[in-house]
């Protein structure tokens, strides 16, 4: 079984950037294709970025594409969401995934077997 925590939600002014990182506990994180999934209120849970086993492979969504960064450092099982250029629209809770597949990657939420508790980002106008 695999746990993962997020962290480095927090408030920020929009063009700021923030960090994430998600800590995956278990011997298989080198081998499992993670991925950022956020949810505002009202919306249902969108993808945002994904990445293979061994980082080679790199997904966004059109939204994030060119602002946001997925990567991973299976060292020390965790996998970093560096964010710049916050926008208002970015607020939202973000969530942490991992799948027993190291790749491809995949958008679909449902391909996802762990999951986070999610981190808040909020981004004032």
């Known amino acids: 079984q695999v746990q993962l925590v997020e962290s480095g939600g927090g408030l920020v002014q929009a063009g700021g950037s923030l960090r994430l990182s998600c800590a995956a506990s278990?011997?298989?994180?080198?081998?499992?294709?993670m991925g950022w999934f956020r949810q505002a209120p009202g919306k249902e849970r969108e993808f945002v970025t994904a990445?293979?086993?061994?980082?080679?492979?790199?997904d966004y969504a059109d939204s994030v594409k060119g602002r946001f960064t997925i990567s991973r450092d299976n060292a020390k099982n965790t996998v970093y969401l560096q964010m710049n250029s916050l926008k208002f629209e970015d607020t939202a809770v973000y969530y942490c995934?991992?799948?027993?597949?190291?790749?491809?990657?995949?958008?679909?939420?449902?391909?996802?077997?762990?999951w986070g508790q999610g981190t808040q980002v909020t981004v004032s106008s």
């Open positions: 278990g011997r298989s994180f080198s081998r499992s294709g």
């Open positions: 995934a991992g799948r027993r597949t190291g790749w491809p990657t995949t958008r679909r939420p449902v391909e996802y077997d762990y």
């Open positions: 990445i293979s086993w061994s980082g080679g492979s790199t």
